[in-house]
């Protein structure tokens, strides 16, 4: 009941801050519609540097298991075209 009380107390904490603050706060250049604006070119630079990052991550760990199967497969074709080696008793 004790936790039950403190979310409501938090909800209502955020309703009442929410209510006096202009509304000019809540809305960025994108949500608000100037499209033409710093801030809205600003998110989509950012926007575009996060999607590169991650492109490069998943490029190079694809990449990398690439690199593994490649290699593998050379190791496997070296062992078989190698002589079996006669083993005396």
């Known amino acids: 009941m004790k ?6 107390k938090s909800v209502l904490a955020a309703a009442l801050v929410a209510g006096f603050a ?5 809305a960025c250049a994108a949500c608000y519609g100037q ?5 809205a070119s600003g998110m989509n630079w950012g926007i ?5 990052v991650i492109v ?3 490029a190079t760990v694809a990449t990398f298991f690439i690199y593994l199967i490649r ?3 050379a190791s ?3 062992a078989a075209t190698r002589a ?3 083993v005396k008793i």
């Open 35 to 39: 499209s033409d604006s710093p801030l």
């Open 22 to 26: 202009p509304s000019s706060l809540f």
């Open 71 to 73: 290699r593998e497969t």
């Open 48 to 52: 575009f540097t996060l999607l590169g």
């Open 84 to 86: 079996p080696t006669e």
């Open 3 to 8: 936790s039950f009380r403190k979310i409501t």
């Open 56 to 58: 490069t991550v998943l």
């Open 76 to 78: 496997e074709v070296d």
